[in-house]
């Protein structure tokens, strides 16, 4: 899963324009989350990853994170 999910649903600070411009420099622990998501079957992508679907990139104001199960 990547960084970015996790930082953004772990710190209220951290805006998705931070994230798509790599301003963000986070050193939190994320293993407990990943875990919990691991156990709830829930996952994440961004649009910089291969999994993240191309249709997504059609809406026009396209997500940065998808969250799903």
Do not use: R
């Not at 986070?26 to 679907?53: I, P, R, Y």
């Amino acid at each position: 899963m990547h960084k970015h999910a996790l930082w953004y649903s772990l710190d209220p600070s951290i805006t998705i324009g931070q994230l798509k411009k790599n301003e963000v420099s986070c050193t939190m622990n994320t293993s407990g989350l990943e875990e919990w998501m691991d156990k709830h079957s829930l996952g994440a992508v961004v649009q910089d990853e291969d999994a993240f679907h191309y249709k997504f990139l059609s809406i026009t104001q396209s997500p940065y994170i998808v969250y799903y199960q």
